[in-house]
């Protein structure tokens, strides 16, 4: 499978800056990454235009991993509006390696191995983007299935409160995740999931 993906200027600078002090948490970005253990899994990333960090992915059957067994038997890619909490697979982790695409978001590019947060026994936490406040313990975990057509959610991301209209996007409601932090509006909060785990080598994926 051919790489895609914006990567940046040829020859350009990684970094331009340096700050005195540690940089805040960004969407996918592991909170406590000793927590995680063995809930994150490589999977390639099937989505044309890539997967970005701290969005939800379904896990799809890769018909190529029939005959490679060196190949992972899934591929990664965003809702596309039918799925329902069953096929949630996990949350994209962010890493130093990711690309960017041309607007500056972190994402692995169609072909890339990603890093999956699966849903377990522990799963995270991880930091994912706050569209609307989010206050732990009253607010619920819905995952955005098709986006509005307002703009303001995507698809794979996660909603504080149910999303049913064209107009702000579906949601399908996550009983295995919560919300562990607060967060305010275009911030970032973190999601603990547990539950039930998406199992590579079931064949009803």
């Avoid at 253990?37 to 939800?56: C, L, P, Q, R, Y």
């Avoid at 169609?110 to 569209?131: S, T």
């Amino acid at each position: 499978m051919a790489l895609t993906g914006y990567r940046g200027s040829v020859n350009g600078s990684i970094q331009t800056t340096y700050q005195d002090q540690p940089g805040v948490g960004v969407p996918g970005m592991l909170m406590y990454a000793p927590e995680a253990g063995d809930k994150i899994d490589s999977i390639f990333v099937g989505e044309t235009n890539g997967v970005g960090a701290g969005k939800g992915v379904q896990l799809v059957r890769n018909s190529e991993s029939v005959t490679n067994f060196q190949t992972p038997n899934v591929l990664a890619y965003l809702p596309d509006g039918d799925e329902s909490a069953a096929e949630f697979g996990g949350i994209v982790v962010w890493q130093e390696t990711m690309q960017t695409d041309s607007s500056g978001n972190n994402i692995y590019a169609a072909g890339r191995v990603a890093r999956i947060l699966k849903p377990g026994a522990v799963g995270g936490p991880i930091y994912v983007a706050a569209k609307d406040e989010v206050i732990p313990g009253t607010s619920t975990v819905n995952w955005v299935i098709a986006a509005g057509s307002d703009g303001k959610y995507e698809v794979g991301d996660f909603a504080p409160g149910v999303l049913n209209s064209g107009t702000v996007g579906t949601t399908v409601a996550l009983t295995n995740a919560a919300w562990v932090t607060a967060g305010d509006v275009d911030g970032i909060a973190g999601i603990e999931l547990f539950g039930n785990i998406v199992p590579l080598l079931d064949a009803s994926i």
